[in-house]
């Protein structure tokens, strides 16, 4: 079946820093992958489009420029957030939509929990 | 706004008897609506999906109703077994084609008692 994964799982750091996120499908190519943010016990918001080879669509509300997001091959897009604070601290979700489908069914990656102090 | 609603944070049943989860939605642009399963800490897991030109679609022990003029859509679990205990989330798409983006509702818990 798709797999997407992501690294890391799980990351702790101090405000201020800047934290990448890596989303990567391990057994299709994606044409298309999502950033998602959830927050506790809300539903997942979308944060961005990152299409292979151009720039990403952000949502609305969504700072471009906090969140870089690069899509550069078929396999892996990242996440940067950049200048991290507290309020960023959120469970990040990648999802892949393979370059092959011809439904909206996405494959979602296992999330990164991210705690910024 | 919401456009994808799910008006019960939580639903709990026993074990072998039905599950049915709800959801309206307020776009009548959606013509893609899925399901989704989730454990904390991990990413959703695609269940079951249905296109707005049906009205049921049936996987097993999942089935899901989508009723059009009143936009809304439900999905029943039967029977419905203690490894179900998750968190469900509906989610829709509108346009097919090559629009991916999904909007989701804030999720159901579903705690099935043995």
């Known amino acids: 079946g798709a797999v997407v994964s992501q690294h890391p799982s799980r990351v702790i750091c101090k405000s201020g820093t800047s934290v990448k996120i890596e989303c990567r499908s391990l057994?299709?190519?994606?044409?298309?992958m999502f950033w998602y943010r959830q927050f506790p016990k809300q539903s997942l918001m979308l944060m961005a489009t990152?299409?292979?080879?151009?720039?990403?669509?952000?949502e609305q509300g969504v700072e471009k420029d906090k969140f870089l997001i690069n899509h550069a091959s078929l396999t892996l897009s990242t996440l940067t957030v950049t200048s991290a604070h507290p309020e960023d601290s959120s469970f990040y979700i990648c999802?892949?939509?393979?370059?092959?489908?011809?439904?909206?069914?996405?494959?979602f990656g296992p999330g990164t929990r991210l705690t910024v102090l | 706004d919401q456009q994808v609603k799910q008006n019960s944070p939580s639903l709990s049943v026993q074990e072998g008897r039905i599950s049915i989860l709800n959801c309206d939605y307020t776009?009548?642009?959606?013509?893609?609506f899925l399901w989704y399963k989730k454990y904390p800490a991990e990413g959703p897991t695609f269940l079951i999906s249905?296109?707005?030109?049906?009205d049921k679609n049936e996987d097993g022990r999942f089935t899901v109703f989508l009723n059009k003029s009143a936009k809304h859509l439900s999905l029943h679990i039967v029977p419905s077994q203690p490894g179900d205990s998750a968190v469900y989330f509906c989610?829709?798409?509108?346009?097919?084609?090559?629009?991916?983006?999904?909007?989701f509702g804030k999720g159901t818990l579903l705690t099935v008692n043995p």
């Open positions: 999802s892949a939509v393979s370059s092959g489908a011809w439904d909206n069914e996405q494959f």
């Open positions: 776009n009548s642009m959606f013509d893609y």
């Open positions: 990152s299409n292979e080879g151009s720039k990403a669509t952000y």
């Open positions: 989610a829709a798409s509108g346009s097919g084609g090559s629009n991916y983006k999904l909007t």
């Open positions: 249905i296109s707005s030109i049906k």
């Open positions: 057994d299709f190519q994606a044409t298309t």
